[in-house]
């Protein structure tokens, strides 16, 4: 069945950074365009970044510049590099794929 396990969030401080992965199996990851989304704390599901099939990538004007996403097909992995975190930034993040979203990682940026 579809799987998706996101890995890399933690506790950082404001302009840290960190690199999020996500584990696909059970489908052709390599055919599905990929994104991240997010969900902060009393807030609903925001959109952070997507990749498509050709490598293609957006990002919401909220990370443009400081968050980087990108895929690797031989591992069937999704990765968002964030850097200069800032607190806003605080959220579960999710990835999307397959039709699945993952169970999501915290990330947390704090002094």
């Known amino acids: 069945q579809v799987q998706l396990v996101e890995s890399g969030g933690g506790l950082v401080q404001p302009g840290g950074s960190l690199r999020l992965s996500c584990a696909a199996s059970?489908?052709?990851?390599?055919?599905?365009?990929s994104k991240w989304v997010r969900q902060a704390p009393g807030k609903g599901l925001e959109w952070v970044s997507v990749?498509?099939?050709?490598?293609?990538?957006t990002y919401a004007d909220s990370v443009k510049g400081r968050f980087t996403i990108s895929r690797d097909n031989t591992k069937n992995t999704l990765h968002l590099q964030m850097n200069s975190l800032k607190p806003d930034d605080t959220a579960v993040y999710y990835c999307?794929?397959?039709?699945?979203r993952g169970q999501g990682t915290q990330v947390t940026v704090s002094p």
């Open positions: 999307e794929a397959g039709g699945q």
């Open positions: 059970g489908f052709a990851f390599s055919q599905w365009t």
């Open positions: 990749i498509n099939v050709l490598g293609g990538t």
